[in-house]
């Protein structure tokens, strides 16, 4: 897949993916089709600050695992961006990250609903959300919640 150009508009959702599976890649196009992104970075994660176990598998393997899965799908480009964001990985870093490679490229980050009621407990929450348009995508079992706790116009 060719690099993002300037003026593009890309997603990104990030994760564990141990191991990545069809929900995953579900609402990364769902969200690509319905925000006409150009693309979505499924970007692995190497070091998960909330999740209480580690993965089971390698970060190498996580991201063989995830270009596999991504391997037929139009659009959807797995980034290793998170080998060279400082430790842990928080999402912040990742963001300015992918940034700084594809400079022009406007980024949207999109999270799970059961996430949501977690962000406040993320790195530098208010930060991340002055400087990226947050997506939560919904999940069976997982409501939204209230977004009035949140600043305004900053997740859709």
């Known amino acids: 897949m060719p690099a993002p150009k300037p003026g593009e508009r890309w997603g990104i959702l990030g994760g564990a993916f141990d191991p990545v599976h069809n929900g995953h890649l579900a609402l990364a196009q769902n969200i690509m089709f319905l925000r006409r992104q150009s693309g ?24 063989a695992m995830a270009r596999l899965a991504a391997d037929e799908l139009d659009g959807i480009e797995v980034s290793d961006v998170e080998k060279t964001t400082p430790r842990p990985s928080y999402t912040l870093h990742t963001v300015r990250a992918l940034r700084a490679r594809y400079p022009g490229v406007e980024l949207e980050l999109t999270i799970g609903a059961d996430q949501l009621s ?22 069976p079992g997982a409501p939204v919640g209230d977004l009035s706790a949140f600043p305004e116009n900053c997740i859709q």
């Open 40 to 63: 979505v970075f499924l970007v692995p994660t190497v070091d998960p600050p909330h999740r209480t176990q580690l993965p089971v598998a390698s970060f190498d393997h996580r991201l």
């Open 118 to 139: 977690q962000l406040k407990s993320w790195y530098l929450w208010e930060t991340l959300l002055s400087e990226i348009k947050l997506l939560v995508g919904l999940r």
